[in-house]
């Protein structure tokens, strides 16, 4: 309706704006600013956060990134094929490398031939299996061939479908203490030697004698001792070898450290190997665990190579490389071990004959005999024999508790007058069963004084071993071919029962055999 004025008449002017179809009104307009002045502050917040996120992201990657690089612990990451994805940089550090010289190659490639097949047959399915491998020990192998031993755990991955996706593996280097584990178990295993040879008996408590043949031995033993030379000690059974080595040892530089000692004899051919050179784990049937041989006990110190003509050719080429180079594997180890040795070799064979036989290697035989020693026979030093009577029946009158004050000179005459063919060794059992036996102050040689004096034993000139072949046929009848024991033939001969069996078989001896 028109509106009208104060008199009544219809106006006519502006009024209401009439609202236009589809047009939007002012406070609709207000509201749909203010919605969206919401989001554009809600888009800048979350653009804030996502910055902020990607931010916190960044530094945490710089912070693992740097962790991983950094830490004192070599880390690698490998694909499902056994390849290196990444090292970090203590890793390359350690072993010696840069990336470009690692990457794309095996994580195998990296360790020693004894850890390579466990790695690739052993390590690499357990990991696909059971995704993780707890403290595994192997062997790494530097840039520049150095070993090391470690200790590797390794976390595997797995993907949406349950393949493996990568796996990271931690590996702690052990080689210290590895090497600190070995040199306690090494001087533990000296104390454990000296002790056995402590307590252990020798021939007699030094060299007794004053005759040319044993004033020309001291002389040889002063003038080798001071030098860190090879020597070959040849003589008979029972001539008192072993104690010269011992002299040498005692008036070397070396005197501070062990003497060990091997009989070559005594151990089987499949023995000796490991007895000499140790051997790692696993190496054979039996070896549960890795043992140091003798020449790494021996390291600083010296080696007495006893009834050395009687080693295995097999192992003849490896003590060349030891005298040689100072090197040496473990059996069933592929790492050189470097030792400081002084050895001392000791035979009572003709190792000339044997050269020439074909038996033994003559660049050995050339590289121990540097200085030769030869230790007389009881026999050719004869004026020695008072001497040695008088001293053994003062130790084992003093060991037994009885004071023993003379000789009669008919015994000293048939000790002198014996052939010896047990040599000093046998002497020295003889004059331990006399003192035995003596009821008084005076020494009686017993049962002996009748079986040294049978016809033809003194006057009859026979070879070496038919003496040698009689005497022990003799002490086999006495003692019931007993020949262990305390009362066995070995003792008697002071033998060890492999030596004396060894003996035995050489000259022909059985049961059987008659006198």
Partial sequence: MTPKDSTGEFVVGPGPEPPVPGRKSREHLAAELRVLEAQFEASVEARRQLQEAQESARRSEERYRSLYHNTPVMMQSIDPSGELVSVNGYWLRVMGYTWDEVKGRKSWDFVTEGSRDWVRDSLMPRLREHGMVRDAELQF?????????????????FDDRGQMDYTLAYIQDITQRKRAEEERHKLSLERVYLQEEIEAEHNFGEIVGGSRPIKQLFRDIKRVAGTDSTVLITGETGTGKELVARAIHAE????DHVLVKVNCAALSAGLIESELFGHEKGAFTGAVARREGRFELADGGSMFLDEIGDLPAELQVKLLRVLQEGEFERVGGTRSMKVDVRVIAATNRDLERAVEEGRFRSDLYYRLKVYPIHVPALRERKEDIPLLVNYLARKYGSKLGKELESVPQGALDALVRYPWPGNVRELENVIERAV????????ELGEWMGQALRPGDSDELLPLDEVQRRHILRVLEHTGWRVSGPRGAARILGMKPTTLAARMKKLGIERHTAI
């Fill in 252 to 255: 070397s530089s070396r005197r």
């Fill in 436 to 443: 035995i036996v003596s009821p008084g102050a005076e020494l």
């Fill in 141 to 157: 192998v530097k840039k520049g061939g150095e070993v090391i031993d470690a200790l590797l755990t390794a976390v595997t991955q």
